[in-house]
């Protein structure tokens, strides 16, 4: 887990390292693959994501998601999260070739989704990445807590849970 920074070192080079460290006898590009085949079988969404989501859509909301990784990887995830069917757009990192925090990506996607920067929120737990990159693209950053990452050096709206986000919505759009 050290190894991996949360997702944010690739696991071709966590498995070259653990088979050099340990001295393994195991090939590294097949471990990968069965990480990438076999990961979105034990995906577990944060608790409360069906419940916002459908709540979202109930309400007509455009969605989507903006992720860093590997298209094949990401899209087997949201798949295996069975959330795929909520989203108006998907915009992952490889297949469009930018990566947050760079503004482009949440440019490009309010671009195809039709909307403006200051009708849009965007929830996500990187206070670089994805909350203050969404800031600076003009949309409204919300940050789902994670102790991991240490809290934010700017004060902007945080929450616990994603069922926060019903009361969030609620107070906005009176």
Same mark, same amino acid.
């Given at each position: 887990?050290?190894?991996?920074? @949360?997702?944010?070192?690739? @696991? ?9 460290? *340990? ?20 995906? =577990?969404?944060?608790? &409360?994501? =069906?419940?916002? #989501?459908?709540? #979202?859509?109930? @309400?007509?909301? @455009? $969605?989507?998601?903006?992720? !860093? &990784? *590997? &298209? ?6 949201? +798949? &295996? $999260? ?7 757009? =998907? ?6 070739? $930018?990566?947050?925090?760079?503004? /482009?990506? *949440? !440019?490009?996607? #309010? ?10 929120? *965007? ?20 940050? +789902? ?14 929450? +616990?849970? #994603?069922?926060?986000? /019903? ?6 759009? +009176?």
């Amino acid at each position: 887990m050290e190894l991996d920074l @949360k997702g944010y070192v690739w @696991k071709d080079k966590v498995y070259q390292t653990l088979i050099n460290e *340990f001295n393994l006898d195991l090939n590294w590009d097949e471990l990968l693959e069965d990480y990438i085949q076999s990961f979105q079988y034990h995906c =577990i969404g944060f608790p &409360g994501l =069906i419940e916002v #989501l459908d709540y #979202l859509k109930g @309400k007509q909301m @455009k $969605l989507g998601i903006i992720t !860093n &990784g *590997f &298209g094949r990887f990401q899209m087997n995830n949201i +798949k &295996g $999260l069975d959330i795929d069917h909520y989203f108006d757009g =998907i915009f992952i990192s490889e297949i469009e070739g $930018l990566r947050k925090p760079d503004i /482009k990506i *949440f !440019n490009r996607a #309010l671009d195809r989704l039709g909307l403006e920067p200051q009708e849009s929120i *965007f929830i996500g737990d990187h206070p670089v990445n994805d909350v203050d990159a969404s800031i600076h693209a003009g949309m409204r950053g919300i940050w +789902k807590e994670d102790d991991y990452f240490g809290k934010p050096s700017t004060d902007y709206m945080s929450i +616990k849970d #994603l069922v926060e986000i /019903k009361s969030i919505i609620e107070r906005i759009s +009176k």
